[in-house]
């Protein structure tokens, strides 16, 4: 369970995370956190946030945010907010850029940034600190909440990793997921509740 404080660095894709408030501090409306860029810190892909407001303010540096079609070069005091739209950023300056995030409602953000860290750091991304195939596809449908593909109706996103998300599972690869806190017990896929 995340904590303010806590601290998760991705040496993949640059980036530092402390988290300011967590779900739990603000009974689920926000998780805030700052988020420290290397001068090449990026986020790893385009993605949209089907039910979550996620609001940059950039407190030092430059940051390139990529919203919908058009480009947006924030600055200090600046501040991003990329409702509903395919976005991507990156550290576009020299120096690390320091950004305060908040992202409402909470859902399991926390929770995606820890697992998406933790497979960085275990070499379980490529070199743009995207989850390879098998994880990707458990990690989709895990945070389908949270972060969508951009551009390709759900259904078929579904459908595509489910035969992928079939063999990460009988490869032991689902267990990370299993145990994710969800609303303080542990999280238990379709299958396991199918079994029970």
Same mark, same amino acid.
């Given at each position: 369970?995340?904590?303010?404080?806590?601290?998760?660095?991705?040496?993949?894709?640059?980036?530092?995370?402390?988290?300011? !408030?967590?779900?739990?501090?603000?009974?689920?409306?926000?998780?805030?956190?700052?988020l420290l860029l290397d001068p090449e810190g990026h986020v790893p892909g385009a993605h949209v946030h089907p039910e979550?407001?996620?609001?940059?303010?950039?407190? !030092?540096?430059?940051?390139?945010?990529? !919203?919908?079609?058009? =480009?947006?070069?924030?600055?200090?005091?600046?501040?991003?907010?990329?409702?509903?739209?395919?976005?991507?950023?990156?550290?576009?300056?020299?120096?690390?850029?320091?950004?305060?995030?908040?992202?409402?409602?909470?859902?399991?953000?926390?929770?995606?940034?820890? =697992?998406?860290? %933790?497979? %960085?750091?275990?070499? @379980? =991304?490529?070199?743009?600190?995207?989850?390879?195939?098998?994880?990707?596809?458990?990690?989709?449908?895990?945070?389908?909440?949270?972060?969508?593909?951009?551009?390709?109706?759900?259904?078929?996103? @579904? %459908?595509?990793?489910?035969?992928?998300?079939?063999?990460?599972?009988?490869?032991?690869?689902e267990e990370r997921y299993q145990q994710i806190p969800v609303g303080g017990s542990t999280h238990r896929s379709d299958?396991?509740?199918?079994?029970?």
């Amino acid at each position: 369970m995340a904590y303010a404080g806590q601290i998760l660095e991705n040496p993949v894709s640059g980036e530092r995370i402390v988290f300011c !408030k967590t779900s739990a501090d603000t009974d689920g409306e926000l998780v805030a956190f700052e988020l420290l860029l290397d001068p090449e810190g990026h986020v790893p892909g385009a993605h949209v946030h089907p039910e979550q407001e996620e609001r940059f303010e950039v407190v !030092k540096g430059t940051v390139k945010f990529q !919203k919908g079609l058009k =480009t947006i070069v924030a600055r200090a005091g600046d501040t991003v907010v990329p409702s509903g739209t395919i976005h991507r950023f990156a550290n576009a300056g020299d120096g690390p850029a320091h950004v305060l995030v908040e992202v409402r409602p909470a859902l399991r953000m926390e929770q995606l940034l820890e =697992t998406a860290t %933790a497979l %960085a750091r275990e070499g @379980r =991304t490529n070199r743009k600190g995207m989850p390879k195939p098998l994880e990707l596809a458990l990690f989709v449908r895990e945070f389908e909440r949270e972060v969508r593909v951009p551009l390709v109706p759900a259904v078929l996103v @579904r %459908a595509v990793l489910a035969p992928l998300a079939r063999l990460a599972a009988r490869r032991g690869l689902e267990e990370r997921y299993q145990q994710i806190p969800v609303g303080g017990s542990t999280h238990r896929s379709d299958t396991d509740q199918e079994a029970a």
